[in-house]
């Protein structure tokens, strides 16, 4: 009787524990089953070749794109740099289970190196770095459904339309699609007919007004296989509540006074200072102005608008010196012609509102 206490304890030490029972819906799968299905998945699995059992098939794969922020619009050098969340999904034939045999174990999460992924690229990147995708985990699930998703920061080019700055839109597109595999082989398709704003951050000086997708099949010169791509449209507008207040109303204030130099005495020395002092603070705008614009054939509005009131100030600087000229002739100066002083006194003076004129004036 003695040696029945100690006989338990020993019994008790060397029997199996019993399992925690866990809710169903929060229980996570033993440790060793996880390792023995990823051992069992990549015995004999090669990530090179496309994972498909018949080879004259199309591989489908889904494409997704979140825009998370714009960081940067180069106009001049016309890059967009943009950060983005680009999903991929596809199906594997090669990586299927069946979760009883590893206790319910439905997906796992990986090493996006382990298995074949698409060499989906931006088309039209302006960066010599192509790889600009961050190397995250891929979710793999028991039917074989591959999901990855990637953060990555993307220099593409866009090409600027200034025409009518500063209340300009643009048209940005980002073209993906694969780069050494056809149409026969992977059929890229775009999973939403948009691109995804939800977690869009937004810009200080860029609206977006809508980013549009579009599946299109290309069939390139040097090869007879068509090529898929899925095209995104970025839709831009630009907030010109900065350029109003610092380009454009002071243009606007300062050709108001060239007006003003005609009301200057002849005899004040300030009159020609005054039209060569606002032309020069409009060459500084207008410099500024060409700065920041990308050199085309297509000319600003502002741009437009600062051409003419420079012509205008120009022509105001010209006849303020010839209306001093005829002023300081004195006495010895030719009498005005008749025709000249009809022109002047009766058309021009109706024309202007001057209906009297004064000895004094």
């Not at 009787?1 to 008790?12: D, V």
């Amino acid at each position: 009787l003695g040696r029945a206490p100690a006989a338990a304890l020993a019994l008790a030490a060397t029997a199996p524990p019993a399992p925690l029972w866990v809710p169903a819906g929060c229980r996570g799968a033993q440790g060793r089953f996880a390792y023995k299905l990823l051992h069992d998945l990549f015995a004999n699995y090669s990530s090179a070749l496309r994972p498909v059992e018949d080879t004259d098939r199309a591989l489908n794969v889904t494409l997704q794109v979140t825009l998370s922020q714009i960081i940067d619009m180069d106009e001049r050098n016309q890059v967009l740099t943009s950060y983005l969340w680009v999903r991929q999904a596809w199906l594997d034939a090669h990586l299927t289970w069946d979760k009883d045999a590893y206790d319910g174990i439905d997906s796992i999460r990986i090493p996006s190196s382990y298995v074949w992924r698409p060499d989906i690229i931006l088309y039209n990147n302006a960066d010599d770095h192509f790889g600009g995708s961050m190397e995250t985990n891929v979710v793999l699930r028991s039917d074989g459904h591959i999901m990855w998703d990637s953060p990555a920061i993307t220099k593409s080019s866009c090409k600027v339309d200034v025409s009518y700055f500063p209340f300009d839109g643009q048209r940005c597109r980002l073209t993906f699609g694969s780069w050494t595999y056809n149409g026969n082989q992977i059929d890229l398709r775009n999973r939403l007919d948009t691109g995804d704003l939800t977690d869009f951050v937004e810009n200080v000086e860029w609206e977006v007004l809508g980013m549009p997708a579009t599946r299109n099949v290309i069939t390139y010169g040097c090869c007879s296989e068509p090529y898929p791509d899925v095209t995104y449209t970025l839709l831009l507008r630009r907030r010109a509540s900065f350029y109003i207040f610092n380009l454009l109303l002071p243009c606007i204030m300062v050709s108001f006074l060239a007006p003003l130099g005609f009301y200057l005495p002849a005899d004040s020395g300030e009159k020609v200072s005054l039209g060569v002092t606002v032309l020069l603070a409009l060459t500084v705008f207008q410099l500024l102005v060409a700065e920041s614009m990308p050199p085309s054939e297509s000319v600003p509005l502002i741009g437009k608008y600062y051409i003419a009131t420079m012509t205008m100030i120009t022509a105001s600087t010209a006849l303020t010196i010839f209306i001093m000229n005829i002023h300081h002739c004195g006495p010895g100066a030719r009498p005005v012609p008749p025709w000249a002083r009809r022109f002047i006194l009766h058309h021009m003076a109706r024309l202007c509102c001057v209906y009297e004129v004064g000895e004094s004036c």
